[in-house]
């Protein structure tokens, strides 16, 4: 007998900290008894949270998927500035920060909100000449990124808690993939003048998918396969959908060009009659649609 096909679908895990995303996959795929396990977006292991994996045909879909928005929780610790931009590193300055008071705060924050250029932290997986920055910094050398296009859609102050030294901003974050909150911290620290990093980070959700569907590793142990998101809900939940007639879906099971107009740019999902996910189209031209990805 030749076995099937194996599990498909996505997973939203509820990573825990202390774990780093290859780890929770490696518990995944124990746990769905099969190695074809991805993720889409790292976390580091400080932080917690949002992890989507791919299981199966559905790893084709992470790179796909529009996963552009990302929305945490954070905490940020004003008057210490650390290696890493977070607690995990080395402290490099404490400077007093008990003066500075809560409107003051809320406005150098709100200065974050929209298209900027941000300079990722130098213990980040982005590569400088072929090796991870996080690695370069690890072995002792010094990292300067050069400064990249980011969107924070939005900045949510929560509480500001003062010390005598420092003082703890906990927030909430809507951005574009690829921002990282670490910097957040440190640049408004630096705008404050007192520096900071980093405390707790905690994603809430990553494009269509949040916390309300996520599951605990223990739970993702204990249901198997039943814990999965199927792809076909996957696909509708996370871009425009476009569901095709017999003919259309016989078409798109080879990969032709599609004579229809789309409902929206980029891909789009199209759907056979029975309700299963074939495939990403995107417009080509009038009345023309063309294959991204087929997946049957």
């Known amino acids: 007998m030749t076995a099937g096909p194996g599990p498909t679908g996505l997973v939203v895990v509820d990573k825990p900290g202390g774990l780093t995303s290859h780890d929770v996959v490696a518990r995944a795929r124990r746990a769905l008894g099969t190695r074809k396990v991805g993720h889409a977006g790292t976390l580091d292991p400080m932080a917690t949270g949002v992890l989507v994996l791919g299981v199966g045909r559905a790893t084709r879909l992470l790179g796909h998927l529009m996963l552009t928005?990302?929305?945490y929780?954070?905490?940020?610790?004003?008057?210490?500035t650390t290696t890493t931009d977070d607690a995990e590193g080395a402290v490099l300055v404490s400077t007093p920060a008990g003066h500075l008071v809560d409107d003051e705060i809320r406005a150098a924050l709100a200065g974050f909100v929209g298209d900027i250029e941000q300079v990722p932290t130098a213990v980040s997986a982005i590569k400088v000449d072929g090796r991870r920055a996080y690695e370069r910094v690890r072995a002792g050398e010094e990292v300067v990124l050069a400064a990249r296009p980011v969107t924070v859609h939005e900045v949510v102050v929560r509480e500001v808690r003062v010390a005598a030294d420092h003082v703890d901003v906990d927030f909430s974050v809507r951005c574009s993939s690829g921002t990282y909150v670490r910097a957040i911290a440190r640049d408004l620290g630096a705008a404050l003048g007192v520096g900071g990093h980093l405390t707790a980070l905690r994603r809430t959700a990553v494009g269509a998918f949040g916390l309300s569907v996520a599951c605990s590793l223990d739970a993702l142990a204990e249901r198997g396969s039943a814990a999965l998101v199927s792809i076909d809900e996957a696909a509708r939940a996370s871009f425009a959908a476009y569901d095709l007639d017999d003919a259309q879906a016989a078409d798109v099971r080879v990969g032709r060009r599609l004579?229809?107009?789309?409902?929206?740019?980029?891909?789009?999902?199209v759907f056979a009659p029975d309700g299963q996910f074939l495939a990403l189209y995107e417009q080509r031209g009038p009345q023309e649609a063309a294959a991204v990805a087929v997946f049957v």
């Open 73 to 80: 929780d954070a905490t940020a610790r004003l008057g210490v």
């Open 69 to 71: 928005e990302k929305a």
């Open 259 to 269: 004579a229809v107009d789309l409902p929206a740019a980029g891909p789009v999902a």
